[in-house]
């Protein structure tokens, strides 16, 4: 049968909001003392931004890449500070798990930034499938799992702008920190939803 919810009953929800520390990296001076905090973790959430096109034939760099643990969320500012070659000790070590989802297209981002592959990934779009949840968005898969709504109203919004808004810094710490969120979730309860359901 599968879990699932619609949009309606997502609606209903209250929204969920990130409690913990933002940190904006946008001076390159930051960065190494980020990646040597987060690569004290096993597991951490990944997400990206890019400022939104709405003409054809115009692609733009990944603007925004996201960095969470439970309680600490670290947004780089590629489009401020490039693409740090201390990076790629986050994106390309095996040892440190980054979850996130639907990352082809984040791969994709990252590869105009970035030449080295990136390694020890999960993508929730598949991890999910094994506890007999049919829905794929993350807005949805949280939902199903913590009854909160993911507000999705920054989205589309400008990614590059010279100070980003609070609202664009929650939004953008949220979805990273939603993806480790029901990865831990799942692996501690997930044969519970498992049984539930069938």
């Known amino acids: ?3 699932e919810i619609t949009k309606n009953e997502i609606n209903e929800l209250p929204i969920e909001v990130f409690n913990g520390e933002i940190i904006v990296i946008d001076d390159v001076d930051d960065v190494d003392d980020a990646v040597e905090y987060l690569k004290q973790f096993k597991v951490i959430g990944f997400d990206t931004e ?6 054809k034939n115009v692609t733009r760099k990944v603007a925004l890449m996201q960095l969470a643990t439970m309680d600490k969320c670290f947004l780089f500012r590629l489009n401020r500070i490039q693409y740090p070659d201390v990076l790629d000790d986050i994106i390309c070590n095996d ?7 639907s990352l082809r297209d984040d791969f994709a981002a990252l590869r105009q930034r970035s030449d080295c592959s990136p390694l020890n990934f999960v993508d929730l779009q598949s991890f999910v499938k ?3 949840i049919k829905d794929m968005s993350l807005q949805k898969i949280y939902a199903i799992l913590f009854n909160k709504k993911i507000a999705k109203n920054q989205r589309l919004s400008n990614w590059e702008a010279k100070v980003l808004k609070d609202s664009q810094k929650m939004y953008a710490a949220i979805d990273a920190w939603a993806s480790l969120r029901i990865y831990n979730y799942l692996n501690r309860n997930g044969i519970k939803l498992k049984t539930k359901v069938k």
């Open 95 to 101: 040892e440190v798990m980054k979850v996130g989802l």
């Open 1 to 3: 049968m599968g879990l």
């Open 130 to 132: 094994d506890y007999d």
């Open 50 to 55: 890019t400022k939104p096109v709405f003409r």
